[in-house]
């Protein structure tokens, strides 16, 4: 793995961007990481760059990924690929699944346990335990528990958090359906991320050819590895020959619903 020098971007690259952890801190609670100075400007000087291939592939919901990023609207993948938004505007969201007894269980354990958040997502849960690390092996129980006999769910698990969503998508699975289709398709992906959910989106692309950069410590697949948010962002802005004191959104608090 290269630990010094990041692939450079070219006129063939498709680039796809994991939001938390990548491209902003994460935060105490999903709602309050902050959106770095000149980091729209950045995205959408590349999105240009790129004639539109670049893409957001995050757990979070596509509502607030847009909401962060405002005005900028770019192609996203949702909730860990259950959810997307093609380059043209059309969203493709996967089938509904019964998600009411992980619900329950889910609901349950943040009743006992004030230090734990449930977010509630267009087709996913998120359970969150970074208040309440202690408590990561209970929460994996009972939601495991939860899942018996429950097909077409799945659980993933994240940086203090655990996921569920509908079986068979993934960040890999979306970047795969974003490489059939314009502007993508044709192109080489080069695929950015943080977290163990990400290594699904890693492995899809190298077996494309393409390449992967991890952000942060932690083993993975990709083949090469930025120490942190701010090298990453200052790799993006020198690829995109923005200014650093360009405009664009300063550093706030985000507020998605």
């Not at 977290?195 to 699904?200: C, N, Q, R, S």
Request: aromatic share 4%; proline share 7%; net charge negative.
């Amino acid at each position: 793995m290269q630990s010094e020098n990041l692939p450079g971007l070219t006129p063939d690259t498709a680039l796809f961007l994991d939001f938390d952890g990548t491209l902003v801190a994460l935060a105490t609670q999903p709602e309050l990481v902050e959106v770095p100075l000149g980091l729209t400007s950045t995205l959408a000087a590349l999105h240009r760059q790129l004639n539109g291939a670049l893409a957001l592939v995050s757990g979070r919901r596509l509502l607030d990924l847009d909401e962060f990023l405002a005005p900028l609207l770019l192609p996203a993948a949702g909730e860990h690929g259950a959810q997307r938004r093609t380059a043209d505007g059309l969203l493709i969201s996967a089938p509904l699944v019964d998600m009411r007894q992980a619900l329950q269980a889910a609901e349950g354990l943040v009743a006992r346990h004030p230090g734990l958040r449930l977010e509630r997502k267009n087709l996913a849960l998120s359970l969150h335990y970074r208040h309440a690390p202690a408590l990561e092996g209970l929460c994996l129980e009972v939601m495991r528990e939860a899942l018996q006999g429950s097909d077409d769910i799945e659980l993933m698990q994240g940086k203090c958090v655990i996921d569920l969503k509908p079986a068979g998508f993934s960040k890999g699975t979306a970047i795969a359906s974003f490489m059939t289709e314009a502007p993508f398709s044709g192109r080489i992906p080069l695929f950015a991320g943080d977290d163990v959910t990400d290594e699904a989106g890693f492995e899809q692309v190298l077996r494309m050819g393409g390449q992967t950069i991890k952000v942060g410590p932690g083993p993975t697949v990709a083949e090469y590895r930025c120490a942190s948010v701010d090298q990453l962002a200052a790799w993006l802005q020198s690829a995109s020959g923005v200014s650093p004191d360009a405009g664009g959104l300063s550093s706030r608090p985000g507020h998605p619903a």
